[in-house]
């Protein structure tokens, strides 16, 4: 009896943490910003059939891998095929790429925390206002030192743990707080238009930048390809089912993100008419949600309560982000862990400069035409993590065998999708990153339009 109830706490930790690693700014910063550039329900719909084919077959795999090795992903590869060890390293390069410019989205997040509290949220809700903080230049500068400061802190001191207590108490209050600002918002006059736009596939807004888009915003949002995964399944029970886990994690994974879109995307039909959506960045989150806030009674008190849950699920990302950087750097270079966090703080403050400054001062510089915050986050998620998942791919299809990754999910259990799995990993996935990644690369260097 005892041991029943140790091993169900078991499947539940597992699934609670590496959801918790899932759930963050890329559910609720980034996936509406996305949907809304990317056609809304063409978008969604391309995203929810990469999530149950891609993101299915690449998260049981990384998780398997973990669990098979008892490593995190450069050991992991190592010890299946030195030749694939670089993989490895291109997995813990994803972190280092991603923290800095996350680290400048939390900081704006801790900001906006700042001005609620301090009542100022009708401010927040003028059309210029994100705009203007944005292109300031040490205040935007501070926040986001502030917020890799306290990251580095947590991380040398070895207090995760107080973090994450807290955060399991914060993220289903978050997630709950999503679905009611949701409802809400699609109750308001004119949101229907916007709800449509987000639900309904509209084919004429398809094309490979949307998939290519799509697979990196659930490379991203599932912690995938950077290692994350076959960290946590290097923590895994072998009793512990991953399919059952896996179908948990992207279900909450998916649903946390489309309420945020639906949050968000219709509020946008609301208050600005729904106007060049194709234009929508990074920012939609912090133009649009002060406007809801400020037309609820009570509003300056429900955004800092949103913005203070946003801000933990912010935190808890960036701090496994430094602790996988931090980790690599003590075990690869034996330094030490007080220098190992100093350097990661120092190398954040200043690559996240330029995406910082990328949104004022140095706004008219453009790489491939993109400012400096959305190259960084073009580069990882769209261009890096699919050769990571291309690579897994060929990994697992033709070297260590699909084979491998089955015999080591049916260890706790049936693998009912396996057929879809072999399918995905060794044929489908392969061929469809190449020619998405391959088509985009060449439409954002200008060499072909698609
Ligand atoms: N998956 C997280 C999100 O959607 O915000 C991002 C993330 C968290 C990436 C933790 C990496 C990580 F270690």
Redesign the pocket.
Same mark, same amino acid.
């Given at each position: 009896m005892g041991e029943k109830r140790g091993s169900f706490t078991g499947k539940i930790g597992f699934v609670l943490a590496a959801a918790g690693?899932?759930?963050?700014?890329?559910? !609720?910063?980034?996936?509406p910003y996305l949907a809304a550039k990317y056609g809304g329900g063409i978008f969604l719909l391309v995203y929810l059939i990469l999530a149950v084919t891609f993101g299915f077959a690449l998260m049981i795999a990384e998780i398997a891998i973990g669990r098979k090795t008892g490593l995190s992903a450069i050991g992991a590869f190592k010890k299946l095929d030195k030749r694939f060890t670089f993989v490895g390293y291109l997995e813990a390069l994803?972190?280092v790429i !991603?923290l800095p410019y996350?680290s400048v989205i939390g900081g704006w997040v801790t900001k906006y925390l700042a001005v609620f509290t301090t009542g100022q949220g009708k401010a927040a809700a003028e059309d210029s206002f994100f705009d203007d903080f944005v292109s300031g230049i040490g205040e935007p500068i501070f926040w986001y030192c502030l917020f890799i400061g306290v990251t580095a802190i947590v991380v040398l001191f070895g207090v995760q743990k107080g973090v994450e207590k807290v955060s399991k108490i914060m993220m289903p209050v978050l997630v709950v707080l999503t679905l009611g600002i949701s409802i809400y918002s699609i109750t308001l006059p004119g949101a229907w238009d916007g709800v449509l736009y987000y639900i309904t596939p509209n084919f004429k807004n398809f094309s490979a930048t949307t998939v290519l888009a799509a697979m990196g915003q659930l490379f991203?949002?599932?912690?995938l390809s950077?290692? !994350?995964m076959i960290t946590y399944g290097s923590y895994m029970k072998k009793d512990v089912s991953i399919e059952k886990s896996v179908k948990q994690i992207e279900i909450f994974?998916t649903g946390v993100?489309f309420f945020a879109g639906l949050m968000i995307v219709p509020a946008v039909f609301v208050f600005s008419g729904g106007k060049d959506m194709d234009q929508k960045g990074a920012g939609l989150m912090f133009e649009t949600l002060p406007k809801i806030f400020d037309t609820i009674p009570g509003g300056s008190v429900l955004g800092a309560a949103f913005f203070l849950l946003v801000l933990f699920?912010?935190l808890? %990302?960036?701090? %496994?982000?430094t602790?996988?950087v931090v980790s690599f750097l003590q075990d690869k270079f034996k330094l030490g862990r007080k220098l190992s966090c100093l350097i990661v703080f120092l190398f954040c403050m200043l690559l996240g400069l330029p995406s910082s400054l990328g949104h004022g001062v140095w706004s008219h510089i453009s790489i491939l035409g993109l400012n400096f915050l959305d190259f960084f986050d073009f580069i990882s998620n769209s261009v890096i993590m699919p050769i990571v998942a291309f690579l897994t791919c060929i990994f697992i299809g033709y070297i260590i065998k699909p084979k491998s990754v089955v015999d080591e999910v049916e260890i706790g259990g049936a693998f009912k999708r396996k057929t879809l799995f072999t399918v995905m990993i060794k044929y489908i996935a392969p061929v469809c990153i190449i020619l998405i990644l391959v088509s985009s690369v060449l439409d954002a260097l200008g060499i072909m339009k698609i």
């Open positions: 690693s899932a759930v963050g700014l890329g559910n !609720i910063w980034r996936f994803v972190p !991603i996350y991203y949002s599932m912690s950077m290692g !994350i994974d993100a699920a912010a808890t %990302s960036s701090i %496994s982000l602790e996988t």
